[in-house]
């Protein structure tokens, strides 16, 4: 089918959403919005509209980032800017559709910001707003405001523009442009991603394969599986633009088995793309043939490494090889292969859908453009941000993110996930960049951003990492599958107020000899979180060695919770709330933990009614008086 | 052989590359990966079972016994961790009787660890069959999963 044929149809839909004379409401319903009850808002729409008499559209929408609003509704009314309501209640809906449809008004509250003119109303714009003024939304721009299963909407919005330019090319010369707009891979490392695809073109074999890497195995981030379910089609149009610059015609999607409504978005999408002449033989009549499949991950988070990526597609068991050779030369059954994270190949959609320039201009010398982050953990506004590489972790925190949560101090951010680490407070000031993050003894990562306040024990994260990494250590090198071991052995007698000084020397000698003497990536970085926080917050970990106290009151051998005398009303609740009878005491008198007995569960402080606040936790062990 | 099975097997061409969707579809049908369910893989991928076995236990995704009518997966993401995770884990192994890992001996729930379910903006979560219980309190576990609860 003709492009401009299909654009102009795009073209003639999406402004009827926008001006035409039926109303629209949008809700944002991928995995974070359901999670939030997207669905019975969905469901009560729809009956509120067919009960009553008027026309009106309910689409879903992707994640527009602002996930602690969530669920959000916007609503397209003709005569109106997008209007778009936050953290809306199933009760919500019928003052909506009654005020929207039947009286032609507007509802005043909860409205976070609007999109597009807006005279009549005295309502910021959505864009302007604290929390997305700092942002670019480069790659994010239609998450949440078009529908992911309308590829009309995709098209409308520049979708498949950058294809056709790209198509009208030579591959040089789109890994010219690739060049010129100085992307560098998103998915962890940030090699310059024209430089691998240079390596691949240059490569003379007939079959090469392009892999999408869209496993997203840091646990805690979630930036592609937004992308994937907001916005879909934009991986496919990146995937066809680096097939064509690579020489490749067919690609895998690897995406992992825990995102089924992003695998749902992408399968249609495909289906689309293929009908649509965007995907197949001869795509847009240019002559150019691409096939794309999906494979779903099975839960093994070295199979995000390229090696054991492939050997996943392959059917084999996930387990790194040594490269050389570099998949680029030998990788899936032996053809050149290149292996891309979603987010690279989406903005090279953009880059191609834009002039030149468009890209580089945001960004530092060596990171240009924009990054993705999952902004989670102890902040007041959790959910996906996009913001030029350069941005301060400060910015990010507190501009965009308003803080961390219930007033507490911040500790720490942690980038990078497993292979990352933790940045003090004291350091955010550093931009977000690659080289700004290495210094820092951490890395960009793939996008996870988790914020830690004085609550959060180092040596507990320390600990979480070192587990994960040693349950997921496929176990080929010794050095990965048996110091990972060792860590956690020395890490859980820390904590347990078994540790030594010795202990602190031991790790940092261990995790440097892991990281020499492994193969993959996992094995090379796993000890980063335990060796930053040995960095930057030693004292923690003297704390718990030393004083036997566990000072963010975590870890369960160093720490006591006590009834205070002068609180405690004797209401009993504590009493039947402990599992393990630890606390005695008779109705209306002071009740007593047990600290013998006690098993630090945290049950009776939960339970302890608010309005006394009678039981206290505190760093260390109690001597027992009596 | 199983219905279930011969349906499954009927979307595929025996190849060696396909082994691990037809082990996930194998198990998306029955809900676990049977013995009987290897050997008949093993013999339609036309590979040894060491094959199967090698490929299917190293993946955390396939599990070799029944789920419970309410499977709950739990988070261990680090979003989740560090916003209490521990906790609500240990709570709902007190209400339900049973550990991470394992079955209740009527089938009525099961429980396991899953590395993030990407709903980190609203941790700590956990998954029940498909649905997101998200935002977790000790006290909206007790509401699940207590003795009156909508999950037991
Ligand atoms: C243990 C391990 C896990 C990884 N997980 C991912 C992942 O989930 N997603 C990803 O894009 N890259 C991951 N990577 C990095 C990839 O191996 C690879 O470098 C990347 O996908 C390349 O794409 P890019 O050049 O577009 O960044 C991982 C690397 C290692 C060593
Ligand atoms: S470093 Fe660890 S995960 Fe990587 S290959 Fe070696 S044992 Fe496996
Ligand atoms: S719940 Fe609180 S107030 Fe009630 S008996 Fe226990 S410590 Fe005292
Ligand atoms: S999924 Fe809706 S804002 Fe994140
Ligand atoms: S960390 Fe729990 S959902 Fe991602």
Redesign the interface.
Known sequence: MDINKLIKEASAEWTDLLNGPVPAFLVGNA??G???GAGNIIEKLKSEISAGSHECRVLEVGCIGM??M?PIVSVYRPGYPLIVYGNVEEKDVAKMTEAFLEKGEIINYNIIGVVGPNEQLDKPDLFNIPVMEPQKRLVLNNCGLIDPTNLNHYIANKGYIGLQKALQLSSQDVIERLKESGLRGRGGAGFPTWRKWQFCKDQDNDTKYLICNAD???????MN?SLLEGDPHSLIEGMVIAGHAIGASSGYIYCR????LALERLRLAILQAEQKNLLGNDIMGMGINFKLKV???????VCGEETALIA???????MPRPRPPFPAISGLWENPTIINNVETLVSAARILQNEPGWFSKYGTKESKGTKTF?????IKN???IEVPMGTTLREIIYDIGGGVDNGKKLKAV?TG?PSGGCVPASMIDIPVDYESLAEAGTIMGSG?L?V?DED?CMVD?AK??ID?AHKES?GECAPCRLGTKQMLAILEDIVAGKGTMEDLDLLEDLGKGIMKGSLCGLGQTAPNPVLTTLRYFKDEYIEHIQNKRCPAKVCRDLKYYEILKDKCTGCHICFKAC?VAAISGNPKELHKIDQDLCIK???CL?KCPTKFNAIEVYPGNKVMED | MNNNLVDVFSSFDGKEEELIPILQKVQNALGFLSDDSMEEIARFARVPMSKVFGVATFYAQFRFTPKGEKHIMLCRGTACHVKGAPRIQEEIENHLGIKEGETSKDLKHSMENVACIGACSLAPCILVNETVEANLTPQKVEKLFSSKGKNK
């Open positions: 995995t974070c359901r999670s939030a996930c602690f969530e997203e195995g840091d646990p805690g981030a979630f599986r088995a825990e995102y089924p494979k779903e991950g099975a839960g093994a988070f996943s597609i392959e059917g084999e068991r996930g999952a902004l989670v953990g102890k959790t959910g996906l942690q996930g996870g988790v830690m959060n994260v979480f990492f994960f496929c599992s569960c945290g049950m939960d």
